[in-house]
């Protein structure tokens, strides 16, 4: 069993809907939360981070972390067809740490 | 944020050659430098942590002796892939941690790499 699960998608959404993507973590000792944009042939975008439990927004941007379900989630609001990428949730279990990626959830938003 | 650049962003090259890809950070020095590799549509790999004047630390099933990997300053660090192989072809993406940021990692924009 893979330490982070994350639903490959592909996902798809028209323009200006709410997206919801998810993580669902194994390892209680996953501190430090992040999400990564990655446009094809590119290198990941560092989006959010997240320490333990609780909501971090920027802009359309929002990260929850559920320590207690060991769950992570990043909703984008008003999503556009820039938005479409693949996004990957990554976690740190301690300062320094190696981080531990998801598969990636492919979103295309239409226009 | 910090910047990562990677040189070259794509090399094609014959089965046996070895190939050496750069990763610099561009406005901060970096200790600790991560290799990964990138197969299409899968997620990132870690091969190997590098920090700065000392030894890379490998993942299991990579192999050190083929994947080469040196980290000379706080600026740079180099992967070689030794003889390589078709096998080999894959996205090669480094990423840097600032000293004072401990959960951020800066991405580099990756290198193609195709070995016929």
């Known amino acids: 069993q893979k330490e982070v699960e994350q639903d490959p998608g592909p996902l798809s959404v028209p323009e200006g809907a709410i997206v919801s993507l998810n993580c669902t973590y194994s390892?209680?000792?996953?501190?430090?939360f992040m999400w990564y944009r990655q446009y094809s042939r590119k290198g990941p975008e560092l989006l959010m981070y997240?320490?333990?439990?609780g909501n971090k927004e920027d802009g359309r941007f929002t990260a929850q972390v559920d320590k207690s379900s060991k769950y992570i989630s990043l909703f984008i609001r008003d999503s556009q067809p820039s938005d479409s990428a693949t996004y990957l949730c990554?976690?740190?279990?301690?300062?320094?740490?190696?981080?531990?990626f998801g598969d990636g959830t492919t979103l295309t938003v239409k226009p | 944020g910090a910047v990562v650049s990677q040189h070259p962003s794509w090399v094609i090259c014959k089965s046996g050659t070895s190939v050496k890809i750069e990763c610099r950070s561009l406005?901060?020095?970096?200790?600790?430098m991560f290799w990964y590799r990138q197969f299409p549509k899968q997620s990132l790999m870690l091969m190997a942590t590098?920090?700065?004047?000392?030894?890379?630390?490998?993942e299991q099933g990579v192999e050190k002796d083929k994947f080469l990997i040196n980290h000379a300053s706080l600026t740079l660090s180099t992967l070689t892939v030794t003889s390589a192989h078709p096998e080999d072809s894959s996205f090669y993406i480094c990423?840097?941690?600032?000293?004072?940021?401990?959960?951020?990692?800066?991405f580099g924009p990756g290198t193609r790499l195709t070995v016929l």
């Open positions: 990423s840097a941690r600032e000293p004072l940021s401990v959960n951020e990692q800066f």
């Open positions: 390892n209680s000792a996953f501190q430090y």
């Open positions: 997240t320490y333990s439990s």
């Open positions: 990554a976690m740190i279990g301690t300062n320094a740490g190696k981080s531990t």
């Open positions: 406005d901060f020095q970096a200790t600790t």
């Open positions: 590098s920090n700065e004047g000392s030894k890379a630390t490998y």
